[in-house]
């Protein structure tokens, strides 16, 4: 009884997090058109995507009953948030959209997912510790990896324009910079708000290099409009309430594994929908990218059950 009493939420917590990542990672997509079909610029998303995001999340926030204005009361907590917002959360939504306005989308979520890689070999250096065998099997994988996606295995020349490569790169630093963080954050503030002020944090420093209202050389019309909303509202503010939301029916190690659904959905809407090549070779390499996130996560879960288990002794 009690096992079909846990079925339903387990489920609703996988359809949850699956969606919420095909949600991101389609929205890649829809952002590939707005650049190369509709003339948008990746400055004039990036702001209008962080304004609306940020402002409705702080307004549910406030509907849950938090209190997302005490977080300016703690001058640690204050410093922290300008840090996670202009630097994290601005350097990851800016440098995700420039490289799939110079690129792919498809290319630039699998460079973006690469930060796992530089999250741990940051941490082994700042602890000095040697990294065990199966984070350098990650490593080994992401190099496999990246070589083949921007190469499709022949040396003759890049199949993913350099600059895309070179802002793919600092799209998955930004994201490793993004989660550590917002860890201190995380510990005494919900998810919720830290991100909702993030993004506002973010999006307001942005409006000083780009100007919101600038767009008299976009092409709009009403699918243009319907794409910015995928973008803005599927692919940022209900994608995310889906990832946090799943959490409470799965462990935080599944919903991370889940979420790989994110560059295979970007990848699979890239090829069907805008005809990007993508090469045998390619798609090994971004599956090799995605084993390597899987390799980390189990290697993280191993390691905090070790650390539990030590604790209980």
Same mark, same amino acid.
């Given at each position: 009884?009690? $096992?079909?009493?846990?079925?339903?939420?387990?489920?609703?917590?996988?359809?949850?997090?699956?969606?919420?990542?095909?949600? !991101?990672?389609? &929205?890649?997509?829809?952002?590939?058109?707005?650049?190369?079909?509709?003339?948008?610029? *990746?400055? !004039?998303?990036?702001?209008? #995507?962080?304004?609306?995001?940020?402002?409705?999340? $702080?307004?549910?926030?406030?509907?849950?009953?938090?209190?997302?204005?005490?977080? !300016?009361? +703690?001058?640690?907590?204050?410093? +922290?948030? @300008?840090?996670?917002?202009?630097?994290?959360?601005?350097?990851?939504?800016?440098?995700?959209?420039?490289?799939?306005?110079?690129?792919?989308?498809?290319?630039?979520?699998?460079?973006?997912? @690469? *930060?796992?890689?530089?999250?741990?070999?940051?941490?082994?250096?700042?602890?000095?510790?040697?990294?065990?065998?199966?984070?350098?099997?990650?490593?080994?994988? *992401?190099?496999?990896?990246?070589? $083949?996606?921007?190469?499709?295995?022949?040396?003759?020349?890049?199949?993913?324009?350099?600059?895309?490569?070179?802002?793919?790169?600092?799209?998955?630093? *930004?994201?490793?910079?993004?989660?550590? &963080?917002?860890? #201190?954050?995380?510990? #005494?503030?919900?998810?919720?708000?830290?991100?909702?002020?993030?993004?506002?944090?973010?999006?307001?420093?942005?409006?000083?290099?780009?100007?919101?209202?600038?767009?008299?050389?976009?092409?709009?019309?009403?699918?243009?409009?319907?794409?910015?909303?995928?973008?803005?509202?599927?692919?940022?503010?209900?994608?995310?309430?889906?990832?946090?939301?799943?959490? #409470?029916? $799965?462990?935080?190690?599944?919903?991370?594994?889940?979420?790989?659904?994110?560059?295979?959905?970007?990848?699979?809407?890239?090829?069907?929908?805008?005809?990007?090549?993508?090469?045998?070779?390619?798609?090994?390499?971004?599956?090799?990218?995605?084993?390597?996130?899987?390799?980390?996560?189990?290697?993280?879960?191993?390691?905090?059950?070790?650390?539990?288990?030590?604790? &209980?002794?």
């Amino acid at each position: 009884m009690e $096992l079909a009493h846990k079925m339903p939420n387990r489920v609703k917590g996988l359809m949850m997090v699956i969606s919420g990542a095909a949600f !991101w990672g389609l &929205s890649g997509t829809a952002a590939q058109v707005l650049f190369q079909e509709k003339h948008i610029t *990746a400055e !004039w998303l990036v702001v209008l #995507r962080m304004m609306v995001t940020g402002i409705s999340l $702080l307004l549910v926030s406030i509907i849950k009953g938090m209190t997302p204005f005490a977080i !300016w009361k +703690d001058k640690k907590g204050c410093m +922290d948030l @300008l840090i996670f917002g202009i630097i994290g959360m601005l350097g990851v939504q800016y440098t995700y959209f420039a490289a799939i306005e110079t690129g792919n989308a498809a290319t630039a979520t699998l460079l973006q997912y @690469l *930060a796992p890689i530089y999250i741990v070999l940051y941490s082994s250096a700042k602890e000095r510790t040697n990294p065990s065998k199966e984070i350098w099997l990650a490593v080994l994988f *992401a190099l496999a990896g990246t070589f $083949l996606l921007i190469t499709n295995g022949s040396t003759n020349g890049l199949k993913v324009s350099f600059i895309s490569i070179i802002w793919g790169v600092l799209s998955g630093i *930004a994201l490793a910079f993004y989660t550590l &963080s917002s860890a #201190r954050l995380l510990k #005494r503030w919900h998810s919720i708000i830290v991100v909702g002020w993030g993004m506002l944090i973010g999006g307001t420093c942005m409006t000083f290099f780009t100007f919101p209202f600038e767009h008299s050389q976009f092409v709009w019309g009403l699918d243009t409009l319907l794409l910015i909303l995928f973008v803005i509202l599927f692919g940022t503010l209900f994608a995310f309430l889906l990832f946090v939301e799943s959490i #409470r029916h $799965l462990s935080p190690t599944e919903s991370s594994l889940l979420s790989s659904v994110e560059p295979l959905s970007a990848v699979i809407a890239s090829i069907a929908f805008l005809n990007v090549s993508f090469g045998v070779f390619q798609a090994i390499g971004g599956i090799c990218i995605i084993f390597t996130v899987l390799i980390l996560s189990i290697k993280k879960e191993r390691m905090k059950d070790e650390h539990m288990m030590e604790k &209980s002794s």
